[in-house]
């Protein structure tokens, strides 16, 4: 029996977070998405509701996914981040590690989205 979980996508990209839904609904129909387009939108969604899981592009206006992340790992050290990003250098990669975040490329496709919530299936 599978619990409804929660996933917050963060993207400033519309097209990227209705993607990343589509295939996550796709997947559990059953679980609740929530989107962000901004990093200060995804701490203000996460300290309302906080998510199972937190996919959080680096590149975005204002707040970007690493400083948002970074908070969030601080408020939420249990929640599984990833971010999900274009953004490929190795200094991405290695402070995400650093940070003890996911890290995986875009394109957003379906079985990336499905590696990700993997983690969440077995909980």
Same mark, same amino acid.
């Given at each position: 029996?599978?619990?409804?979980?929660?996933?917050?996508?963060?993207?400033?990209?519309?097209?990227?977070?209705?993607?990343?839904?589509?295939?996550?609904?796709?997947?559990?129909?059953?679980?609740?998405?929530?989107?962000?387009?901004?990093?200060?939108?995804?701490?203000?969604?996460?300290?309302?509701?906080?998510?199972?899981?937190?996919?959080?592009?680096?590149?975005?206006?204002?707040?970007?996914?690493?400083?948002?992340?970074?908070?969030?790992?601080?408020? /939420?050290?249990?929640? #599984? *981040?990833?971010?999900?990003?274009?953004?490929?250098?190795? @200094? !991405?990669? +290695?402070? &995400?590690?650093?940070?003890?975040?996911? /890290?995986?490329?875009? #394109? *957003?496709?379906?079985?990336?989205?499905?590696?990700?919530? @993997? !983690?969440? +299936?077995? &909980?």
């Amino acid at each position: 029996m599978t619990s409804t979980k929660t996933v917050l996508i963060v993207d400033d990209s519309r097209v990227s977070r209705m993607m990343a839904r589509q295939y996550i609904v796709g997947m559990h129909a059953d679980w609740i998405v929530e989107e962000a387009g901004t990093g200060e939108e995804s701490l203000l969604k996460a300290r309302s509701t906080p998510p199972d899981l937190i996919l959080m592009d680096v590149n975005m206006p204002g707040m970007g996914g690493i400083a948002a992340a970074e908070q969030l790992r601080q408020e /939420f050290p249990a929640i #599984p *981040i990833s971010l999900l990003t274009a953004n490929v250098q190795t @200094a !991405t990669r +290695e402070r &995400a590690a650093a940070m003890g975040i996911g /890290f995986v490329e875009k #394109p *957003i496709t379906e079985a990336r989205i499905a590696q990700l919530v @993997a !983690t969440l +299936e077995a &909980a």
